[in-house]
């Protein structure tokens, strides 16, 4: 299986710039990807508050972005990208009140549960070192659904 970098994901997602979180796709099949980051940790993160803190809450952001990855790189016949919007979660559980630059690499897992042209449900979990910082459940809804 072919691995993204950066460049590649800023032309797959609809994430521009800085606020693109994810630094690349280590390997993904029809249900399943796993990504990487370190963006989380730079200092024009968009998501900083103006304190300079970045919220845990963050991580489902960066849960999504690997969501819209992976269905774009699962669309069928390499379909183009549709919007997406996130419309509900469940059981998520954040780890931390904060992110700080001591967690170090992010590993992003992000696996469909249930997915049509509709939309789609994830489970996401986001870990550093071997460390859980963020879980929980996503629900999906593509532009022409809604």
């Excluded at 630094?23 to 103006?50: K, M």
């Excluded at 997406?84 to 992003?108: K, N, P, W």
Aim: hydrophobic share 45%.
């Amino acid at each position: 299986m072919k691995t993204l970098g950066r460049e590649e994901i800023l032309g797959l997602i609809p994430h521009a710039g800085t606020m693109c979180l994810l630094d690349g796709a280590q390997r993904w099949d029809e249900s399943t990807i796993f990504c990487v980051s370190s963006r989380y940790a730079q200092p024009d993160n968009p998501l900083r508050r103006a304190d300079g803190t970045l919220g845990s809450a963050c991580l489902i952001e960066i849960a999504s972005q690997a969501m819209a990855l992976h269905a774009r790189l699962c669309a069928a016949n390499n379909a183009p990208p549709r919007p997406g919007f996130l419309v509900s979660l469940r059981e998520v559980q954040l780890c931390f009140a904060t992110l700080g630059d001591e967690h170090g690499a992010l590993t992003i897992v992000a696996r469909r549960l249930l997915g049509d042209a509709r939309g789609a449900s994830y489970e996401f979990n986001v870990r550093a070192g071997g460390e859980l910082l963020a879980e929980g459940r996503a629900m999906i809804l593509f532009e022409a659904a809604i």
